[in-house]
């Protein structure tokens, strides 16, 4: 299974970005998709979640300004961001379990100016 994010960039605060991440490689459709994201100096923290069924879940620290969706053919995972703060700025990474097994993309970077 591949993972290919993209959509990241350079935003000033309060601008938003959505990122997307297709997964392709298998003709399983993943059971939990999600993005992740990682500063500089800190460690991979769980961003939102997105299961088959539609369930979603998110960081505290996004909920009210993020919203996680895939499309109908369940393959592609969205992350929309809006009121972004300098505190977004990471690596955003999706993540997808296919099989029970658990891959990665290559990530994706967001940079919230101030």
């Known amino acids: 299974v591949q993972l290919q994010a993209s959509g990241g960039g350079s935003v000033q605060a309060g601008g938003s970005l959505t990122l997307s991440c297709v997964a392709s490689?298998?003709?399983?459709?993943?059971?939990?998709m999600a993005w992740y994201r990682q500063a500089p100096g800190t460690s991979r923290e769980l961003v939102a979640a997105?299961?088959?069924?539609?369930?979603?879940n998110y960081a505290d620290s996004v909920k009210g300004r993020v919203t996680i969706s895939r499309d109908s053919a369940q393959n592609t995972v969205y992350l929309q961001m809006s009121s972004l703060k300098p505190e977004d700025t990471a690596v955003y990474y999706c993540?997808?379990?296919?099989?029970?097994?658990?891959?990665w993309g290559q990530g994706t970077l967001v940079t919230v100016s101030s």
């Open positions: 993540s997808a379990i296919v099989d029970g097994d658990k891959y």
């Open positions: 490689g298998s003709t399983l459709i993943p059971s939990f």
């Open positions: 997105i299961i088959r069924s539609g369930r979603t």
